[in-house]
């Protein structure tokens, strides 16, 4: 047995994970570095609380006030941006390595877009039926739908990962074309308001319902795309030929690993909104850091989003007080010169 390697395994599941000892320790400095970042956001503010204040807080045993802004304003923020900017991350590796192309993110290729469409559906023309636990299943039945749709315009004996791509920036396009459609339609003002804030991408006003709707649908799909996906991963980056040749059913893994994308940036795009570039930025940063083995890559990802997405709802709710900026638009400040950089690398590349 290779002592440079740690295998992880769940007794309940068929299958394990294994991770080179200096990643595990990176990603155990990601996994502080995403605590820190949460104690300090939780102290950070128009009130401000020191650290052990916070703790004190978290446990129940602060002053009121502390309680107040600690336990009901600001802990459900941190976590459901801790929540989200992992999904998106951990769903921009999963394109980034089934198509193996560094500008496939869920906002590239059409997933967040059928997520938006989804979402904003249910918020603009079914305002009666409107519930917060049911957002979710809308934004991932729309995510799954705009998905399969760039898979068979895509599919040709196969897909092919230049395709998936091409027709996925088209389909985006539509799908954004469709959201403003449906804004327009909004028989209420009031709905076609809250779908619009939702679009800029803001976890302002999260609370522990938001929680408590996310949790369930991302922790698992993290497990599962780490435990489950990662292997399947390291094989699809090989080559179509490759892979086929090493008995991997490679079309079949390929649409199973995009459906855990949809799922993952679907449940995440429900409660944050349309927060782009997280799902594009967060793997290249971690690639730098642990390489491009998908056992280390995706929980260091899913790490790296959460602090990308915390540390850009901390500046926006701190920065410009009293003013409360979304989230979204400092995500897209600093993505979109990013992708840029990454469409003149690769045409560099070539």
Same mark, same amino acid.
Request: hydrophobic share 55%; aromatic share 6%; with cysteine.
């Given at each position: 047995m290779n002592k440079s390697y740690l295998t992880i395994r769940i007794p309940a599941l068929p299958v394990s994970v294994q991770i080179h000892r200096r990643t595990a320790s990176i990603i155990a400095s990601l996994t502080a570095a995403v605590v820190v970042l949460a104690l300090v956001s939780a102290g950070l503010g128009d009130y401000r609380i020191m650290p052990m204040?916070?703790?004190?807080?978290?446990r129940g045993t602060g002053t009121e006030e502390q309680l107040l802004v600690v336990q009901t304003l600001r802990l459900p923020r941190i976590l459901i941006s801790m929540l989200a900017g992992a999904g998106l991350a951990a769903a921009g590796t999963i394109?980034?390595?089934?198509?193996?192309?560094?500008?496939?993110?869920?906002?590239?290729?059409g997933v967040t877009g059928g997520a938006s469409v989804g979402a904003v559906f249910f918020i603009t023309q079914l305002p009666g039926?409107?519930?917060i636990r049911l957002l979710p299943i809308t934004a991932m039945a729309g995510a799954l739908i705009a998905a399969l749709v760039v898979y068979a315009l895509a599919w040709k004996k196969g897909v092919s990962t230049?395709?998936?791509?091409?027709?996925?920036?088209?389909i985006a396009s539509v799908l954004s074309a469709l959201v403003s459609m449906l804004l327009i339609m909004a028989p209420s003002t009031y709905s076609a308001s809250s779908a619009y804030i939702w679009l800029t991408g803001t976890v302002y006003g999260a609370n522990w319902d938001n929680v408590r709707t996310l949790l369930p649908w991302m922790v698992p799909?993290?497990?599962?795309?780490? =435990?489950? $996906? @990662?292997r399947a991963l390291n094989i699809q980056q090989l080559g179509d030929d490759i892979a086929a040749g090493a008995g991997s059913a490679v079309q079949r893994q390929r649409l199973w690993l995009l459906l855990l994308a949809v799922g993952l940036a679907g449940s995440a795009v429900s409660m944050v909104g349309t927060i782009g570039f997280v799902g594009l930025i967060a793997p290249h940063m971690a690639r730098r850091l642990v390489g491009a083995s998908a056992g280390g890559l995706i929980p260091a990802s899913a790490l790296i989003g959460?602090?990308? =997405?915390? $540390? @850009?709802d901390l500046v926006g709710r701190t920065l410009f007080l009293p003013?409360?900026?979304?989230?979204?638009?400092?995500?897209?400040?600093?993505?979109?010169?990013?992708?840029?950089?990454l469409l003149f690398r690769t045409r560099n590349a070539r």
């Amino acid at each position: 047995m290779n002592k440079s390697y740690l295998t992880i395994r769940i007794p309940a599941l068929p299958v394990s994970v294994q991770i080179h000892r200096r990643t595990a320790s990176i990603i155990a400095s990601l996994t502080a570095a995403v605590v820190v970042l949460a104690l300090v956001s939780a102290g950070l503010g128009d009130y401000r609380i020191m650290p052990m204040d916070v703790l004190r807080a978290i446990r129940g045993t602060g002053t009121e006030e502390q309680l107040l802004v600690v336990q009901t304003l600001r802990l459900p923020r941190i976590l459901i941006s801790m929540l989200a900017g992992a999904g998106l991350a951990a769903a921009g590796t999963i394109l980034q390595c089934v198509v193996r192309n560094p500008l496939a993110a869920p906002d590239v290729v059409g997933v967040t877009g059928g997520a938006s469409v989804g979402a904003v559906f249910f918020i603009t023309q079914l305002p009666g039926l409107y519930d917060i636990r049911l957002l979710p299943i809308t934004a991932m039945a729309g995510a799954l739908i705009a998905a399969l749709v760039v898979y068979a315009l895509a599919w040709k004996k196969g897909v092919s990962t230049v395709r998936l791509v091409l027709v996925g920036i088209g389909i985006a396009s539509v799908l954004s074309a469709l959201v403003s459609m449906l804004l327009i339609m909004a028989p209420s003002t009031y709905s076609a308001s809250s779908a619009y804030i939702w679009l800029t991408g803001t976890v302002y006003g999260a609370n522990w319902d938001n929680v408590r709707t996310l949790l369930p649908w991302m922790v698992p799909l993290l497990i599962l795309a780490w =435990l489950a $996906g @990662a292997r399947a991963l390291n094989i699809q980056q090989l080559g179509d030929d490759i892979a086929a040749g090493a008995g991997s059913a490679v079309q079949r893994q390929r649409l199973w690993l995009l459906l855990l994308a949809v799922g993952l940036a679907g449940s995440a795009v429900s409660m944050v909104g349309t927060i782009g570039f997280v799902g594009l930025i967060a793997p290249h940063m971690a690639r730098r850091l642990v390489g491009a083995s998908a056992g280390g890559l995706i929980p260091a990802s899913a790490l790296i989003g959460a602090c990308i =997405l915390m $540390g @850009a709802d901390l500046v926006g709710r701190t920065l410009f007080l009293p003013h409360d900026v979304p989230a979204g638009v400092f995500t897209a400040a600093i993505g979109a010169p990013f992708f840029i950089y990454l469409l003149f690398r690769t045409r560099n590349a070539r």
